[in-house]
């Protein structure tokens, strides 16, 4: 398994540009099932859960080739089988977004039942519940999610948690249903906006996506299209921080300011300079950062996949500051590798307090997800001394080059093949 080896205590200085968004990635990616003829989208990031999306995808019949950086063209005119299997389901769990577009289009749909993950259970109720609604019947069996119909129709649905996925889900089996269907409490994120966006333009017909009631009124057929991705919000936030964390100046191109907000005026509450430049941002790390308290939130709140980032953050700032995670029940597993580097943190249930420290020291430790590797990668740059980071394949799923990236802007860090 490869390493990263980061040399500590460089300030990082120059130009960083931002790769496609992930999470608008996978979900753009399966609602090619829904749709006739070939779509061709741009600026698609190299990641390894993309891959895996399109390893789902072909199983299913989508046939999928690519353009020039960052083009693919995916075309799911026939689909063959009805069927994601657990060993691929296993590694990604976001192929449970194959699940609605499949049922809407194929009328059938075997699923491996996606396990949890190191930050939570991640259940699916939701996307289950709101499927039967669609008038799916839904059987659990050995493991897997068995789904059939004889036609969705638009129904009314509630949703009782913040699931992004579930929202995309019900939104793609929603655009074939017959009738309009309204989804409630639905996730504003604008990776949801985006996907939304994509089924328009194939012909469906969707309103109030990025509010949190969406309405679709079913169509008979879908057809391909074209789409740039959107910029990843996560990854140029992960940059801003790690311009905080080395107290560097850095313009982070490709992305897109109105999408972040929280985490903005989070890290200018936090004594960093964020200034708009071209078609990104320059952000600027301050001598002391100030500590702030951080709530994690639904869009337009806080992002929890900026948790870890922002946490690395406040290890540095002075005096104390308070982490709430609510949207998921274990994703606080940064915390102790971070304390092996120094920091000052102390968990009670769904809350870390985190009290700063002078500096943190370079050490072996491990990742564990995709954020939390990216919250060590950063503490690594801050930190006096060599750290090595291990199980590095957390990041790859997330984050495209990341090291090289880095590496352009100054920081000693490289990865070692194991
Ligand atoms: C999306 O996951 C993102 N993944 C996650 O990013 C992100 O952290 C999350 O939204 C929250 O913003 C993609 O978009 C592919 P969930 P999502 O499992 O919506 C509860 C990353 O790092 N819930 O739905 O699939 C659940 O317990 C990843 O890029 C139910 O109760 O998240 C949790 O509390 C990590 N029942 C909350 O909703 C359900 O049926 C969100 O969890 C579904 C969810």
């Known amino acids: 398994m490869d390493k990263i080896l980061i040399q500590g205590g460089e300030r990082l200085v120059g130009e960083v540009i931002v790769s496609g968004s992930k999470n608008a990635t996978l979900p753009i990616f399966a609602s090619s099932l829904l749709a006739e003829g070939e ?50 389901v296993k590694t990604m769990r976001a192929s449970i977004l194959v699940l609605g577009p499949l049922v809407a289009r194929a009328k059938k749909a075997i699923i491996s039942l996606p396990g949890g993950c190191a930050i939570g259970a991640r259940p699916v109720d939701l996307h289950l519940k709101g499927l039967e609604k669609l008038g799916a019947e839904i059987q659990l069996r050995h493991g897997y999610i068995e789904a059939k119909t004889k036609g969705l129709r638009g129904a009314g649905i509630y949703l009782d948690g913040p699931t992004v996925t579930g929202t995309e889900n019900l939104m793609m089996a929603a655009t074939l249903a017959k009738g309009e269907t309204v989804i409630e409490n639905a996730a504003a994120e604008p990776e949801v906006v985006e996907l939304a966006e994509v089924l328009n333009k194939m012909g469906a017909k969707i309103s109030g996506a990025g509010s949190n009631i969406i309405r679709i009124k079913g169509v008979k057929k879908l057809t391909a299209t074209e789409h740039t991705i959107i910029p990843d919000r996560i990854e140029a936030g992960t940059f801003m921080i790690a311009a905080g964390v080395t107290r560097g100046n850095v313009h982070i191109r490709n992305c897109n300011l109105d999408h972040m907000e929280a985490v903005v005026n989070k890290l200018r509450e936090a004594g960093m300079e964020i200034l708009r430049e071209d078609d990104g941002v320059r952000a600027i790390g301050n001598k002391r950062i100030k500590s702030v308290d951080v709530k994690t939130l639904p869009y337009p709140g806080f992002p929890t996949d900026m948790q870890a980032q922002i946490m690395v953050l406040m290890t540095l700032a002075k005096g104390l500051s308070v982490l709430s995670e609510t949207i998921f029940e274990n994703r606080f597993i940064h915390v102790d590798e971070l304390r092996r580097m120094g920091a000052d943190i102390k968990v009670e249930r769904d809350s870390a307090i985190v009290n700063g420290v002078k500096g943190l020291s370079g050490a072996p430790v491990m990742a564990t997800d995709l954020r939390a590797s990216a919250s060590l990668v950063l503490a690594g740059l801050a930190a006096e001394g060599q750290t090595e980071i291990s199980r590095v394949y957390h990041l790859d799923r997330g984050y495209e080059k990341l090291e090289e990236k880095l590496a352009r802007l100054g920081a000693h860090i490289r990865r070692v093949k194991g």
């Open 39 to 88: 779509n061709r989208f741009h600026g698609v990031p190299d990641l390894k859960d993309g891959k895996t999306i399109c390893e789902v995808l072909k199983k299913l019949g989508v046939k999928i080739g690519r353009g020039q950086e960052g083009e693919y063209l995916l075309d799911g005119t026939e689909l063959v089988g009805h069927e994601a299997p657990y060993n691929l």
